[in-house]
Nanobody
């Protein structure tokens, strides 16, 4: 069994910064891609950023140059550093992790519980 625990959301003023964390724990053999998605009220969930186990990254156009995704493989943790936040970044942010658990080996795609980020003055 594998669990994800997110932390780091909150209320921040426009132009401010926040850092989100998502830690995986349990019966983990290996972790492949890790990513962050977000869902604003009335909108579909969208990819924010993703990082592979080799460190390759991709970002949504709306966050390029402002957000940075990183991972600590020793701690099975993915981070999202968010700078120059805008009101339109307000959403619930979810981490997404592709895990090989076990043994016995089993591929899992897991979602975090979500953390609310509110950007407002």
């Amino acid at each position: 069994q594998v669990q994800l625990v997110e932390s780091g959301g909150g209320l921040v003023q426009p132009g401010g910064s926040l850092r989100l964390s998502c830690a995986a724990s349990g019966s983990i053999f290996s972790i492949n891609a890790m990513g962050w998605y977000r869902q604003a009220p009335g909108k579909q969930r969208e990819l924010v950023a993703r990082i592979t186990n080799s460190g390759s990254t991709n970002y949504a156009d709306s966050v390029k140059g402002r957000f940075t995704i990183s991972r600590d493989n020793a701690e099975n943790t993915v981070y999202l550093q968010m700078n120059s936040l805008k009101p339109e970044d307000t959403a619930v942010y979810y981490c997404n992790v592709a895990v090989m658990s076990g043994p016995p080996y089993r591929y899992l795609e897991l979602w975090g519980q979500g953390t609310l980020v509110t950007v407002s003055s």
